[in-house]
């Protein structure tokens, strides 16, 4: 078993304020988010693996459970496709040291037999050690993405769930409660302007609301409909 950290691993994880589980609306996947926050808190499950499509979730919920996690004095580890693309395969040596990992965007670099087998041995130390691994995904485990029979059991050896999307009430509900996180007041009319004229996943519509949080005080102008339309066009 290594006994050292890889020197690329990015661990200065710094908490945010933005993505918390305070901040996450829920909705139906309220009991993943429990089990999560009880994982960062080292009250529950050790292994937790999330899919989905975009934008439901899956990051807010890790990067919310490290900051949990590493206001609680614990270490973490949040790793991206960003990070981990272009890199060999052994930079997991010695990964299992940290007290919470997080891993995302997996089917974008589980790619290759060195991956899988480095994943599969991460799973095994992570859990002689006693520490938590969270996985996101945009495929189940079971899915043929996931080429080593192994890895495929160790990937649901912890609850696996499927993030669901939210309601228009909730999607209402995570505006609001971004834009307050912004310091923007986010008027009524303007949040359902944005939830009929533009897409409504959430990703998009997070995107939307920091270009007009930008708009709005470059301008020195409050948060209305025909701001909107200067900023996006439309009639």
């Known amino acids: 078993m290594s006994s050292y950290l890889h020197p690329q691993l990015p661990l200065g994880f710094e908490p945010s304020e933005l993505f918390t589980f305070e901040s996450f609306v829920?909705?139906?996947n309220d009991v993943v988010a429990g089990l999560a926050q009880q994982a960062a808190l080292n009250n529950g499950e050790t292994q937790l693996y999330f899919w989905g499509g975009g934008a439901l979730g899956k990051?807010?919920?890790?990067q919310a459970s490290c900051n949990l996690a590493a206001k609680n004095q614990q270490t973490v580890c949040y790793l991206t496709q960003a990070e981990i693309i272009g890199q060999s395969a052994d930079m997991f040596d010695g990964l299992e040291q940290v007290e919470l990992i997080c891993l995302d965007d997996i089917e974008t670099w589980l790619t290759g037999n060195d991956w899988e087998v480095a994943l599969f041995d991460l799973i095994n130390r992570v859990r002689e050690n006693n520490h938590r691994l969270m996985m996101a995904s945009a495929h189940p485990p079971v899915e043929a993405f996931v080429k080593l029979p192994d890895l495929r059991s160790r990937l649901s050896w912890g609850p696996v769930f499927?993030?669901?999307?939210?309601?228009?009430k909730e999607k209402f509900q995570a505006l609001h409660f971004?834009?307050?996180q912004s310091g923007l007041e986010l008027p009524e009319n303007v949040a359902d302007y944005l939830m009929q004229r533009y897409p409504r996943?959430?990703?998009g519509l997070f995107e939307r609301l920091a270009m007009l949080d930008k708009a709005s005080m470059a301008m020195q102008r409050r948060l209305t409909i025909p701001l909107v339309k200067s900023v996006f066009g439309g009639e």
């Open 59 to 62: 990051s807010h919920l890790l």
């Open 178 to 180: 971004r834009a307050k």
């Open 162 to 168: 499927q993030l669901q999307t939210l309601s228009d």
């Open 201 to 203: 996943d959430m990703f």
């Open 26 to 28: 829920a909705g139906k």
